[in-house]
């Protein structure tokens, strides 16, 4: 089994930056993909980033040269680095962990899911 807890959330103005971190505990988590979501009041959880076993990363276009996921296997966290932040970017995140790539960026997929971390940008 593995829990996932999310930090690093906060309140920061429009252009503004926070890093997000993800820690696992229970087993290494290596050889797993993870990933991050995202919801917004009255909104679906939507894909945010992943990254594989090996760094590979994909983005959300929404995202895309504004946010950074990456990851450290030897304190098995993950982390996403959000720069340039807009209002719209404003959500509960969540990271999320599963031994495939594909699962992870599917919101119906990951086995292992964090509690969240409220991130809000004001104008």
């Known amino acids: 089994q593995v829990q996932l807890v999310e930090s690093g959330g906060g309140l920061v103005q429009a252009g503004g930056s926070l890093r997000l971190s993800c820690a696992a505990s229970?087993?290494?988590?290596?050889?797993?993909?993870m990933s991050w979501f995202r919801q917004a009041p009255g909104k679906e959880r939507e894909f945010v980033a992943a990254?594989?076993?090996?760094?590979?990363?994909a983005y959300a276009d929404s995202v895309k040269g504004r946010f950074t996921i990456s990851r450290d296997n030897a304190k098995n966290t993950g982390y996403l680095q959000m720069n340039s932040l807009k209002p719209e970017d404003t959500a509960v995140y969540y990271c999320?962990?599963?031994?495939?790539?594909?699962?992870?960026?599917?919101?119906?997929?990951?086995?292992?899911w964090g509690q969240g971390t409220q991130v809000t940008v004001s104008s």
């Open positions: 990254i594989s076993w090996n760094g590979g990363a």
């Open positions: 999320a962990a599963d031994p495939s790539i594909v699962q992870v960026m599917d919101v119906r997929g990951p086995n292992y």
């Open positions: 229970g087993r290494t988590i290596s050889n797993y993909a």
